[in-house]
């Protein structure tokens, strides 16, 4: 029986993490923030996102397996590590899965418009 290693990233190449996806990704366009290592945090452009990982614009050169946190509307900072890098773009494996529906939910406090924001409609 084959003995597998308890950290996934050390078992796979970058390449094999296109087979090695869990869940569905959802596409979406959102900006996060993004530091690697203990670094000055950076802007990015998230592309999609999962339960474990995403891909974000990033076109500073970076290694796989390189740690890093990046801060996801609506739901925080996460830490992770990069998956593969590819023509400016990254992919972070997450070190604990998430619920990326959290990212949708409005940021607002909802209720209502104010009365400078709303359409002039004559009534009738």
């Known amino acids: 029986m084959e003995q597998f290693s308890p950290d996934p990233l050390s ?3 970058a390449d094999d993490f296109t087979g ?11 900006t996060a923030q993004f530091r690697v290592d203990d670094g000055e945090i950076e802007q ?4 999609n996102l999962s339960s474990g990982g995403l891909m974000a614009d990033y076109t500073a ?3 796989p397996k390189t740690p890093v946190q990046i801060e ?5 900072w996460l830490r992770g590590r990069v998956a593969w890098t ?3 773009r990254i992919g972070v494996a997450f070190d604990n899965d998430i619920d990326p529906m959290l990212a949708r939910k409005p940021v607002g406090k909802g ?7 709303k359409a002039i409609v004559p009534r009738r």
């Open 72 to 76: 996801v509307r609506g739901i925080g």
């Open 111 to 117: 209720g209502h418009t104010p009365h400078y924001a």
């Open 44 to 47: 990015v452009r998230v592309r």
């Open 11 to 13: 078992a796979l190449s």
């Open 61 to 63: 050169p970076i290694t």
């Open 20 to 30: 090695q996806r869990s869940g569905s990704r959802d596409s979406l366009m959102l």
């Open 86 to 88: 590819a023509e400016g």
